[in-house]
C-alpha cells in the first residue's frame, strides 16, 4: 500500500489494523489478501523453510531449473518472502500459468496477489501446520538468467553498484540483458551473458558470493 492510499483510508476513519478489517469494501483485491493473512505473513520464515519451498518447485517441474533469488539465495537465516527464478531453454506459451496451475494441483497455493508475463505472486502453504508465505516466481530464459540472478539476489543498493560500474565502462545492465552503450547514449547489441560471474568481471569487480552481498 502506498502513502496516498494510506493517506486516503486514514481521513475515511480507518487509522489501525483492527480498522482494517471492519472495512474489507474499502480495500483492495491485493489488500484485502494482505490483510486476511497478516498475522502469518508478519512471522519470518525459516530459511530451511524457504529452501525447503524452492526445492518443492523445482520437485514439481524437474525439466526446468528452479533457482533460490532475494532473502533465500543470500543465505538470511529469516526471510520476509520467498523468491524463485525458473529458467527454461525453450520459450513455452502461458509458462507461468502452467507452473501455478501445478501448483494449485498439489494444494500449496491459498491465494495469487498478482501474475503476469513471467511472474506471479501469491501466497502459499507448504504443509497444514505452517503459517502461508509470500512467494515470488519469475520465469527468464537461458539467456537472461545471469542478469536476473543479478537483480533478484539484490539487496537494491548493491545491484545498483554494479549498474553503476556497468555505466563507468558503457555498459547498460538491466534485469533482462548486458548492452553497449553507443556514442550518443543509445542501447547496442546485448552481450552474451551465460554466467553472473562474467558480468562481474565486465565491469571490473571481484565476484561476490551472494551471501556476501549487503
Known amino acids: 500500500m502506498g502513502p496516498l492510499r494510506a493517506a486516503e483510508l486514514v481521513e475515511a476513519g480507518i487509522t489501525t489494523i483492527d480498522d482494517l478489517y471492519t472495512n474489507y469494501d474499502k480495500l483492495s ?18 530459511l530451511q523453510e524457504a529452501t525447503a519451498l524452492v526445492q518443492t518447485v ?11 533469488t532475494g532473502q533465500v539465495r543470500r543465505l538470511l537465516p529469516q526471510c520476509t518472502q520467498v523468491d524463485c527464478l525458473v529458467t527454461y531453454t525453450q520459450r513455452q506459451n502461458n509458462l507461468i ?48 538468467e545471469a ?10 543498493c548493491f545491484v545498483d553498484a554494479v549498474v553503476k560500474k556497468g ?5 547498460s545492465i538491466t534485469e533482462h540483458s548486458v548492452r553497449k552503450l553507443l556514442p550518443h547514449g543509445a542501447e547496442g547489441d ?15 569487480i571481484t565476484f561476490v558470493p551472494p551471501e556476501q552481498r549487503k
Open 29 to 46: 483485491r491485493q489488500q484485502l489478501i494482505g490483510v486476511q493473512h497478516l498475522s502469518d505473513l508478519s512471522q519470518p520464515i525459516p
Open 58 to 68: 523445482q520437485t514439481l517441474y524437474p525439466y526446468l531449473t528452479v533457482k533460490p
Open 97 to 144: 500459468q502452467t507452473i501455478i496451475d501445478r501448483l494449485v494441483e498439489a494444494q500449496l497455493v491459498v491465494d495469487t496477489i498478482c501474475m503476469g508475463e513471467g511472474k506471479f505472486t501469491g501466497v502459499v502453504r507448504l504443509a497444514p501446520h505452517l503459517p502461508v508465505r509470500k512467494l515470488c516466481i519469475r520465469t527468464a530464459s537461458i539467456e537472461e
Open 147 to 156: 542478469c536476473m540472478m543479478l537483480y533478484h539476489t539484490g539487496p537494491d
Open 167 to 171: 555505466l563507468e565502462r558503457r555498459l
Open 190 to 204: 546485448s552481450v552474451l551473458t551465460t554466467r553472473e560471474r562474467t558480468i562481474f568481471d565486465m565491469v571490473g
